[in-house]
């Protein structure tokens, strides 16, 4: 019997990058056994669960997100025991798993696509999404790739061209195939029945095409925000309507979360890259038959401040009546928070994470972060990334936030591995390192340990709704309540230390730690430079 089938709802989530957390046999690449050896640093920041970004078997062209065997271990992280293994011991230490799952797309060498691609008369030659070209023999359509160029790929064999919204080797599967949705669905039993508690969906709004491959309008307006919108690339040119986000996706995610409910106590958190990101997590996540939550890019862009986050925040609760957010501020795919918003004190970081902590929702936070890393400077000849390679130097690609943790500062390569690492570790990361963060009361580490301790006995802040107040300029103020019960979160988000007139006098709410708390008079509250208070009403 599950004693909480609903753990997800309020959950604060870890992801780990496996290649960059912890190398167990001196490869330079991170691996499996490697992150069950550190499960009690994961274990005492006092999170929930462990998302694993992909170790399937893969040509690593994107490191990992190409995958040419859903069902086993790259060799790279491990095997399919040490998975187990690291079930077991997460279990043991009441931290659930979930993993990647990269269903609208496999790599050029999974088995299904050299199949797909021999002819176009074999059992899988609709599985993937292939067409003929204009008789000019240029592309189908307009559709473009997020990695840049077009979207479709001549091959030579069919004579035909077969979509990628990534990469060229990342071929689209053709989800409007039976059989296709039918395999894919089984590779998720298949990690089920192995004991995970839940799924992080990759690219969730790709997995359908529309069928008439009908051209994509322009954008009306190139701003940057989702996944693949970055002025440097002709992707954000587009709107992208037919390319994905089609309305088949909604009936596919009822049946991926029927295949759940039969496993209670496990979960989803899609990931959506999207023209209009917050009505589709909205969409994708109302009426209790679809996923579980999901999360957007809207906070994972260089736009910060509390206009931002309040007009965000309040836009995706207009929006989900009965669907549940995940909140996310950094990860895999773009620049270190303390880089992207421009943080320049310690102070700043705990802001920034007791916003993040405090709002309705379920949280990811991503290996580092609670260190307080900083955007890796690298150079191009240490770049990997297909992406920054690409587009290299407006944009320098995911690399600088995929460099190894930095477990000791005494140590090489900062305690990660005793080889070269895969990526060098950052000189500037050093001083930032657990061993260091450890043994200081006051550091960042030691904030994100306390402040995860106090939420999880937070009911309020696991289940309640949230109100947002009027307030002075660069100050969030909101509530979260619960049956009677209220409490108010104030953050001043700037260097300047500001006054906040309140309705009525709070009562410091007991046990936060100690960089929380401002100072009362009457019924104003006086917040010093990135303060915070937690107080009930």
């Given at each position: 019997?599950?004693?909480?089938?609903?753990?997800?709802?309020?959950?604060?989530?870890?992801?780990?990058?496996?290649?960059?957390?912890?190398?167990?046999?001196?490869?330079?690449?991170?691996?499996?056994?490697?992150?069950?050896?550190?499960?009690?640093?994961?274990?005492?920041?006092?999170?929930?669960?462990?998302?694993?970004?992909?170790?399937?078997?893969?040509?690593?062209?994107?490191?990992?997100?190409?995958?040419?065997?859903?069902?086993?271990?790259?060799?790279?992280?491990?095997?399919?025991?040490?998975?187990?293994?690291?079930?077991?011991?997460?279990?043991?230490?009441?931290?659930?798993?979930?993993?990647?799952?990269?269903?609208?797309?496999?790599?050029?060498?999974?088995?299904?696509?050299?199949?797909?691609?021999?002819?176009?008369?074999?059992?899988?030659?609709?599985?993937?999404?292939?067409?003929?070209?204009?008789?000019?023999?240029?592309?189908?359509?307009?559709?473009?790739?997020?990695?840049?160029?077009?979207?479709?790929?001549?091959?030579?064999?069919?004579?035909?061209?077969?979509?990628?919204?990534?990469?060229?080797?990342?071929?689209?599967?053709?989800?409007?195939?039976?059989?296709?949705?039918?395999?894919?669905?089984?590779?998720?039993?298949?990690?089920?029945?192995?004991?995970?508690?839940?799924?992080?969906?990759?690219?969730?709004?790709?997995?359908?095409?529309?069928?008439?491959?009908?051209?994509?309008?322009?954008?009306?307006?190139?701003?940057?925000?989702?996944?693949?919108?970055?002025?440097?690339?002709?992707?954000?040119?587009?709107?992208?309507?037919?390319?994905?986000?089609?309305?088949?996706?909604i009936e596919f995610l009822k049946r991926?979360?029927?295949?759940?409910?039969?496993?209670?106590?496990?979960?989803?958190?899609?990931?959506?890259?999207?023209?209009?990101?917050?009505?589709?997590?909205?969409?994708?996540?109302?009426?209790?038959?679809?996923?579980?939550?999901?999360?957007?890019?809207?906070?994972?862009?260089?736009?910060?401040?509390?206009?931002?986050?309040?007009?965000?925040?309040?836009?995706?609760?207009?929006?989900?009546?009965?669907?549940?957010?995940?909140?996310?501020?950094?990860?895999?795919?773009?620049?270190?928070?303390?880089?992207?918003?421009?943080?320049?004190?310690?102070q700043q970081l705990k802001a920034y994470?007791?916003?993040?902590?405090?709002?309705?929702?379920?949280?990811?936070?991503?290996?580092?972060?609670?260190?307080?890393?900083?955007?890796?400077?690298?150079?191009?000849?240490?770049?990997?990334?297909?992406?920054?390679?690409?587009?290299?130097?407006?944009?320098?690609?995911?690399?600088?936030?995929?460099?190894?943790?930095?477990?000791?500062?005494?140590?090489?390569?900062?305690?990660?591995?005793?080889?070269?690492?895969?990526?060098?570790?950052?000189?500037?990361?050093?001083?930032?390192?657990?061993?260091?963060?450890?043994?200081?009361?006051?550091?960042?580490?030691?904030?994100?340990?306390?402040?995860?301790?106090?939420?999880?006995?937070?009911?309020?802040?696991?289940?309640?709704?949230?109100?947002?107040?009027?307030?002075?300029?660069?100050?969030?103020?909101?509530?979260?309540?619960?049956?009677?019960?209220?409490?108010?979160?104030?953050?001043?988000?700037?260097?300047?230390a500001v006054t906040i007139p309140m309705?009525?006098?709070?009562?410091?709410?007991?046990?936060?730690?100690?960089?929380?708390?401002?100072?009362?008079?009457?019924?104003?509250?006086?917040?010093?430079?990135?303060?915070?208070?937690?107080?009930?009403?």
């Amino acid at each position: 019997m599950i004693k909480n089938p609903n753990w997800w709802r309020g959950a604060v989530i870890y992801q780990v990058y496996p290649r960059s957390f912890y190398d167990s046999n001196g490869d330079g690449i991170g691996d499996l056994p490697g992150v069950t050896a550190k499960l009690d640093y994961i274990a005492n920041l006092n999170v929930d669960a462990i998302w694993l970004s992909p170790f399937f078997t893969s040509p690593m062209k994107d490191f990992g997100y190409d995958v040419s065997d859903y069902r086993n271990v790259d060799p790279i992280f491990g095997t399919l025991e040490d998975f187990d293994e690291l079930i077991a011991e997460a279990h043991k230490r009441d931290l659930k798993i979930m993993i990647d799952q990269v269903l609208s797309h496999s790599s050029d060498q999974h088995p299904w696509f050299v199949e797909s691609r021999a002819s176009r008369d074999n059992p899988k030659a609709d599985w993937y999404v292939w067409a003929d070209p204009k008789s000019d023999g240029t592309p189908p359509n307009n559709w473009l790739s997020v990695f840049g160029g077009s979207a479709w790929a001549w091959d030579s064999r069919r004579k035909q061209y077969y979509l990628h919204n990534f990469l060229t080797s990342q071929p689209d599967l053709n989800f409007h195939n039976p059989e296709v949705q039918e395999q894919v669905l089984s590779d998720v039993k298949f990690w089920l029945d192995r004991g995970v508690d839940g799924f992080r969906l990759d690219a969730i709004n790709f997995c359908f095409h529309d069928p008439e491959l009908r051209d994509n309008p322009a954008s009306k307006a190139v701003a940057e925000g989702s996944i693949g919108v970055r002025k440097e690339n002709p992707y954000a040119y587009q709107f992208h309507k037919y390319d994905k986000t089609q309305p088949e996706n909604i009936e596919f995610l009822k049946r991926l979360r029927a295949l759940l409910d039969q496993y209670p106590g496990t979960t989803t958190v899609g990931e959506i890259g999207d023209d209009n990101s917050l009505q589709t997590m909205a969409d994708y996540t109302s009426d209790g038959d679809k996923l579980h939550m999901a999360y957007s890019f809207d906070l994972l862009t260089e736009q910060h401040g509390a206009d931002f986050f309040h007009k965000t925040v309040n836009t995706i609760e207009g929006k989900l009546t009965d669907g549940w957010p995940c909140w996310a501020i950094g990860n895999h795919d773009v620049a270190r928070v303390a880089t992207r918003w421009n943080a320049t004190s310690e102070q700043q970081l705990k802001a920034y994470m007791a916003m993040l902590l405090t709002l309705r929702g379920s949280v990811c936070i991503y290996q580092g972060e609670e260190l307080g890393l900083t955007e890796a400077e690298l150079q191009y000849e240490d770049l990997v990334d297909p992406y920054g390679i690409t587009f290299w130097p407006e944009y320098k690609g995911r690399d600088g936030c995929r460099t190894p943790m930095v477990w000791h500062h005494e140590e090489s390569h900062a305690g990660f591995s005793d080889a070269r690492p895969w990526l060098p570790v950052y000189d500037d990361h050093y001083n930032a390192a657990v061993a260091v963060q450890h043994a200081e009361d006051n550091s960042l580490l030691a904030a994100y340990r306390a402040f995860l301790a106090w939420r999880k006995d937070q009911p309020i802040l696991l289940k309640g709704d949230i109100e947002f107040s009027k307030s002075p300029k660069n100050t969030l103020v909101y509530t979260r309540s619960l049956g009677d019960e209220t409490v108010m979160v104030a953050l001043n988000l700037s260097e300047s230390a500001v006054t906040i007139p309140m309705p009525g006098a709070g009562t410091p709410e007991p046990d936060t730690p100690d960089f929380v708390g401002g100072q009362w008079h009457g019924k104003d509250l006086k917040l010093g430079p990135w303060g915070v208070d937690i107080a009930r009403l």
